[in-house]
């Protein structure tokens, strides 16, 4: 019976005007490697900082063992951490390094020297006593940090980021080293992460965040075959991220084709968010299992498998990984098993801003002006604006709109690509364009006045 | 851990009781009177003074030439300095910080005395000899600095895009050590302005600078006039600090 | 060739900045009191520096006695003032940090003669009775931040993970600044406190005008006043050139032991 080892309850921080932790709630079991997953600003980090006790919630609770930890010290806590930086003693030696925790607490030197060789074995650096720190290579600097945390045998042990300095091969040799740390000392891990593949070998649970809050919480497998929104859809592994149509429970329509599917409950007729693995698309030469046909655009070998970029007949691209490679130009059959068709609400099918009526004609949002038909309203009332995605215009020139913005997030859409634009401090706009932007370009908005619609 | 930047309460009070109070009070003393009240007769009088006006003056000038004589000597002896390939000791640079750190009195004193024995006669010429002996470290010692920390490949690459020596010298080497000039200038012409002892021993007295004016006032308890002085030589100061620095690396005192 | 022309400009160079001292040296051995006199090799000028046996010798080694006390009083103050003020301004963010940062630059900017007026100002201002304890005042007030400038370097070069992996594995912030922050900043300090021992000693200016009534002499001031009343106090000449081989020296072993931390760091 699992017990819970931490929870945190509405929990939420800011720092100065920007909100980095929203309402978060979670539990924590015992014994279970969970990791927090998401971008770099998405308040992974300074949730485990709260945790450890270098921050203080702004508002809710973090409790450990039923104990709420609200006003404790880091020094205080029964946690310990390590540092993505290692944050080694320069001018203390292994051995010291290590101990220093235990001596601090006035442990017995004979059980100082016990406890610090024995660790030393669990990370296998155990010629390194008297080595001086900075003679250590980054592998063998993490181990140490790890060491000198386990030493003092906390209740949880919170990574941040602790393998983002390694290169590639060291990283995924320590992920190994650290999955059977785990299995052996038998405590929580809680672990921080911006790799979504680090995050899928390791943990036991995902928490994926964005944008300071928790978009969904599971299993590995839960989360790569059943994202629930488009945000950790794309974000995890690889997608085909595509707009649909629920036509009724278990059958639903995209690229211009119906497929059945295993999902219900969302409503007949209603747009949804589509997500296949490119290794779920299927090649076939069985005329009765093609489900539609699509031209092959590109081919490239990655060594595991193929990877290819085609274009349906109905004029989507999608992405597809096989064990065999098929020729560019060549048209082929495809089909999808209703299984790996995941199905998501989609989270907006409009953009749908607060708005301000400032005379005739002439309404205020995201803090620009613009033109629309105001009729049955009047100067001062508060409205909503609703403006279609395809209705945005973006411009590259900053001096021809009435807005500027900058591209926060991209999404592709098979077809067409779905922006997140963010406007200053003032909101978030969405748009479909079939134009390529960069993430973090500066972008002008215009919206024809015909395409805003108001309602109270 | 943000309750650490309490700690440096007491240096603000410190340093407001120390340097902020001290140099309003020159202001303040320089716009009183004798009984207290408030004139500009301190300052009226400097500017009456055709004395005190051409003792400040031959003091600007005096630094100008001083400054623009180290920099003649001086950058070209740091370039060589700086140069792996005409110079290879270290010991070198050593020599020439060296005098930096011995009393700049008994330096002083030392080239005096050297002067009287050599029998040439104390005026103006000493005086910037000495001058320019007793400031080309502190000119040669940046310049130097910054010369052998640049980045070889900028002159490698306006090389390898056709300069010339020459024209990699002034077009590259030469602008990007400015900072070091700059705080060379700082570090030579400022002080140069500022000085009385040295020019009592060099000249022996027959020509007087401005800090001797400003030191001859204060001792005589003519405080306000003597204020009045020194509030003059700080905007000057301020003004050429205005133009050698934008940052704070004005004084790194990375003199070890 | 150039290379010869280049040594050539050094070396002239190097001759025409040590004459002076060679000078100074070369004189001090012999017993003349006039300066240029060669009367014979003698090593009394310095036995009377030591003993204090000619007329102006004890003064003058009481001068450099106080010029000494004054600056280790002064540069461990100092030191002192400084780390904490560099930790405290170390956290400080914007408009906070940066005037504290323009107060600190001000008197390494400031002429020593503004320095020693507008202290001197001060000290009337404040009835304070000038002497000993007003010059160290002063010496602390403009070595400080010498110290300032020498230790924040360390403490944003400091992992600013250290503080808190302390605090993680169970140091209280007393611990952890004292186990883990004061060695990191050892080095600073060192070079912050011998950089304000130099500043200190050979200052002249605020000395001069801090010093009061009562008769103090530094190094400096003595020297002013010798070379004012026309004679050069003979003893002044071994102690030149004593000061002049030990820094030699000094510098030397500093240098050589830099040489050799690089070359093992390579």
């Known amino acids: 019976m699992a017990k819970k080892i931490i929870e945190i309850k509405n929990v939420s921080k800011s720092f100065g005007d920007k909100d980095v932790l929203k309402d978060i709630n979670l539990y924590i079991n015992q014994g279970e490697f969970l990791t927090l997953l998401g971008p770099s600003g998405c308040g992974k980090t300074t949730l485990l900082r709260m945790i450890a006790g270098f921050l203080q919630p702004d508002s809710g609770s973090i409790l450990l063992d039923g104990k709420d930890l609200s006003g404790t010290s880091p020094y205080e806590r029964p946690l310990n951490t390590v540092f993505q930086r290692y944050a080694l003693f320069p001018h203390l030696d292994v051995y010291d390094n290590i101990a220093f925790g235990l001596k601090l607490k006035k442990v017995p030197q004979d059980e100082i020297d016990k406890r610090v060789?024995?660790?030393?074995?669990?990370?296998?650096?155990?010629?390194?006593?008297?080595?001086?720190?900075?003679?250590?290579?980054?592998?063998?600097?993490?181990?140490?940090?790890?060491?000198?945390?386990?030493?003092?045998?906390?209740?949880?042990?919170?990574?941040?980021?602790?393998?983002?300095?390694?290169?590639?091969?060291?990283?995924?040799?320590?992920?190994?080293?650290?999955?059977?740390?785990?299995?052996?000392?038998?405590?929580?891990?809680?672990?921080?992460t911006h790799d979504q593949e680090e995050a899928l070998t390791l943990s036991d649970t995902v928490v994926v965040m964005n944008?300071?809050?928790?978009?969904?919480?599971?299993?590995?497998?839960?989360?790569?075959?059943?994202?629930?929104?488009?945000?950790?859809?794309?974000?995890?592994?690889?997608?085909?991220?595509?707009?649909?149509?629920?036509?009724?429970?278990?059958?639903v329509s995209f690229i211009g084709h119906d497929f059945d599917c295993v999902d219900e409950g969302f409503g007949e007729n209603v747009p949804v968010d589509v997500v296949i693995r490119p290794e779920d698309i299927y090649f076939t030469n069985d005329p009765a299992r093609t489900q539609f046909t699509a031209k092959v655009k590109s081919c490239t070998f990655k060594g595991v498998h193929y990877e290819m970029f085609v274009d349906s007949d109905t004029g989507n691209e999608l992405m597809i990984q096989d064990y065999d490679p098929y020729p560019v130009d060549s048209i082929v059959n495809l089909y999808i098993e209703p299984d790996d068709i995941q199905v998501m609400k989609k989270e907006r099918i409009a953009n749908v801003l607060a708005a301000k009526v400032l005379g005739e004609g002439k309404i205020e949002m995201l803090g620009g002006e613009?033109?629309?038909?105001?009729?049955?309203?009047?100067?001062?009332?508060?409205?909503?604006?609703?403006?279609?995605?395809?209705?945005?215009?973006?411009?590259?020139?900053?001096?021809?709109?009435?807005?500027?913005?900058?591209?926060?997030?991209?999404?592709?859409?098979?077809?067409?690509?779905?922006?997140?634009?963010?406007?200053?401090?003032?909101?978030f706009l969405y748009v479909d364009t079939d134009d390529i932007w960069d993430k973090g370009d500066l972008v002008a908005v215009n919206i024809a006045p015909a395409d805003i619609k108001l309602s109270r | 851990m943000t309750k650490r930047s309490n700690w440096s309460i007491?240096?603000?009070?410190?340093?407001?009781?120390?340097?902020?109070?001290?140099?309003?009070?020159?202001?303040?003393?320089?716009?009183?009177?004798?009984?207290?009240?408030?004139?500009?007769?301190?300052?009226?009088?400097?500017f009456s003074d055709s004395?005190?006006?051409?003792?400040?003056?031959?003091?600007?000038?005096?630094?100008?030439?001083?400054?623009?004589?180290?920099?003649?000597?001086?950058?070209?002896?740091?370039?060589?300095?700086?140069?792996?390939?005409?110079?290879?000791?270290?010991?070198?640079?050593?020599?020439?910080?060296?005098?930096?750190?011995?009393?700049?009195?008994?330096?002083?004193?030392?080239?005096?005395?050297?002067?009287?024995?050599?029998?040439?006669?104390?005026?103006?010429?000493?005086?910037?000899?000495?001058?320019?002996?007793?400031?080309?470290?502190?000119?040669?010692?940046?310049?130097?600095?910054?010369?052998?920390?640049?980045?070889?490949?900028?002159?490698?690459?306006?090389?390898?895009?056709?300069?010339?020596?020459?024209?990699v010298f002034l077009k590259v080497t030469l602008p990007l050590s400015m900072p070091g000039i700059m705080s060379g200038i700082m570090m030579v012409f400022m002080p140069t302005v500022s000085t009385f002892a040295i020019s009592e021993f060099l000249t022996n007295n027959k020509i007087k600078l401005f800090g001797t004016?400003?030191?001859?006032?204060?001792?005589?308890?003519?405080?306000?006039?003597?204020?009045?002085?020194?509030?003059?030589?700080?905007i000057i100061i301020g003004i050429t600090s205005l133009f050698t620095s934008d940052d704070s690396n004005a004084a790194e005192g990375g003199l070890i | 060739m150039k290379k010869f022309f280049a040594k050539l400009y050094i070396w002239i160079l190097l001759v025409i900045l040590y004459a002076p001292l060679v000078f100074i040296a070369i004189f001090s051995f012999t017993e003349a009191?006039?300066?240029?006199?060669?009367?014979?090799?003698?090593?009394?000028?310095?036995?009377?520096?030591?003993?204090?046996?000619?007329?102006?010798?004890?003064?003058?080694?009481?001068?450099?006695?106080?010029?000494?006390?004054?600056?280790?009083?002064?540069?461990?103050?100092?030191?002192?003032?400084?780390?904490?003020?560099?930790?405290?301004?170390?956290?400080?963010?914007?408009?906070?940090?940066?005037?504290?940062?323009?107060?600190?630059?001000i008197p390494m900017i400031n002429p020593d003669i503004i320095i020693g007026v507008s202290l001197f100002l001060l000290f009337v201002f404040?009835?304070?009775?000038?002497?000993?304890?007003?010059?160290?005042?002063?010496?602390?007030?403009?070595?400080?931040?010498?110290?300032?400038?020498?230790?924040?370097?360390?403490?944003?070069?400091?992992?600013?993970?250290?503080?808190?992996?302390?605090?993680?594995?169970?140091?209280?912030?007393?611990?952890?600044?004292?186990?883990?922050?004061?060695?990191?900043?050892?080095?600073?300090?060192?070079?912050?406190?011998?950089?304000?021992?130099?500043?200190?000693?050979?200052?002249?200016?605020?000395?001069?005008?801090?010093?009061?009534?009562?008769?103090?002499?530094?190094?400096?001031?003595?020297?002013?006043?010798?070379?004012?009343?026309?004679?050069?106090?003979?003893?002044?000449?071994?102690?030149?050139?004593?000061?002049?081989?030990?820094?030699?020296?000094?510098?030397?072993?500093?240098?050589?032991?830099?040489?050799?931390t690089q070359a093992e760091v390579k």
Request: aromatic share 10%; net charge negative.
């Open chain 2, 51 to 167: 004395d005190a006006i051409s003792t400040f003056a031959l003091s600007l000038e005096v630094a100008i030439e001083n400054t623009l004589i180290c920099i003649l000597l001086g950058y070209p002896a740091a370039y060589i300095l700086a140069d792996k390939q005409l110079n290879r000791s270290a010991v070198t640079i050593v020599l020439f910080i060296l005098p930096m750190w011995i009393n700049a009195l008994m330096r002083t004193l030392a080239t005096t005395e050297l002067f009287n024995m050599l029998g040439f006669t104390l005026g103006k010429g000493t005086l910037l000899f000495g001058m320019v002996y007793d400031y080309l470290p502190f000119m040669i010692y940046p310049i130097y600095n910054i010369l052998q920390k640049m980045d070889k490949s900028y002159a490698e690459a306006a090389g390898d895009l056709g300069a010339t020596p020459r024209q």
């Open chain 3, 126 to 260: 404040l009835h304070i009775g000038q002497g000993m304890l007003t010059v160290i005042l002063a010496h602390i007030s403009f070595c400080t931040p010498y110290v300032v400038l020498s230790v924040l370097p360390k403490l944003s070069q400091m992992n600013p993970n250290i503080y808190e992996a302390a605090l993680d594995l169970g140091a209280t912030p007393h611990q952890a600044l004292w186990k883990v922050m004061v060695p990191q900043l050892r080095p600073g300090m060192l070079s912050g406190f011998i950089l304000a021992f130099t500043m200190s000693l050979d200052d002249f200016a605020v000395t001069f005008f801090t010093r009061g009534t009562v008769g103090l002499e530094t190094l400096s001031t003595y020297i002013y006043a010798d070379a004012r009343k026309g004679g050069l106090t003979p003893e002044l000449r071994p102690l030149m050139t004593i000061i002049f081989v030990v820094i030699l020296i000094l510098l030397i072993i500093i240098n050589l032991r830099r040489s050799k």
């Open chain 2, 213 to 234: 004016i400003i030191q001859e006032n204060i001792n005589s308890s003519m405080w306000n006039y003597g204020s009045a002085l020194a509030l003059i030589m700080l």
């Open chain 1, 211 to 251: 944008e300071g809050r928790i978009q969904q919480i599971g299993t590995p497998t839960d989360i790569y075959n059943e994202p629930v929104n488009s945000f950790v859809a794309d974000f995890i592994g690889e997608s085909n991220i595509l707009n649909g149509t629920m036509i009724e429970d278990r059958r």
């Open chain 2, 10 to 46: 007491p240096y603000f009070i410190f340093l407001v009781l120390f340097v902020v109070l001290p140099l309003v009070l020159v202001v303040v003393y320089a716009f009183q009177d004798n009984e207290g009240g408030f004139t500009l007769q301190n300052i009226g009088k400097f």
């Open chain 1, 117 to 192: 060789r024995r660790v030393l074995k669990l990370v296998a650096m155990s010629d390194y006593e008297d080595r001086d720190v900075e003679t250590l290579s980054g592998g063998q600097q993490q181990r140490i940090a790890i060491a000198r945390a386990i030493v003092n045998q906390p209740k949880v042990l919170l990574l941040d980021e602790p393998l983002a300095a390694l290169d590639l091969k060291m990283r995924k040799d320590m992920q190994i080293e650290l999955k059977e740390m785990h299995k052996q000392l038998g405590i929580t891990f809680i672990y921080v």
């Open chain 1, 370 to 427: 613009f033109e629309c038909p105001t009729d049955g309203f009047e100067e001062g009332d508060e409205v909503k604006a609703t403006v279609a995605f395809d209705k945005v215009e973006l411009l590259d020139n900053l001096e021809e709109g009435v807005l500027d913005g900058e591209v926060h997030f991209i999404l592709y859409k098979g077809d067409h690509y779905h922006l997140t634009i963010k406007v200053g401090d003032e909101g």
């Open chain 3, 33 to 105: 009191k006039a300066l240029g006199n060669w009367t014979g090799f003698s090593p009394r000028l310095y036995q009377s520096l030591f003993t204090g046996g000619m007329q102006g010798g004890s003064a003058l080694m009481k001068a450099v006695q106080n010029t000494l006390v004054i600056a280790i009083i002064a540069a461990a103050v100092a030191t002192l003032l400084g780390t904490i003020a560099a930790i405290g301004i170390h956290n400080l963010r914007g408009r906070k940090k940066q005037a504290i940062m323009f107060m600190n630059n």
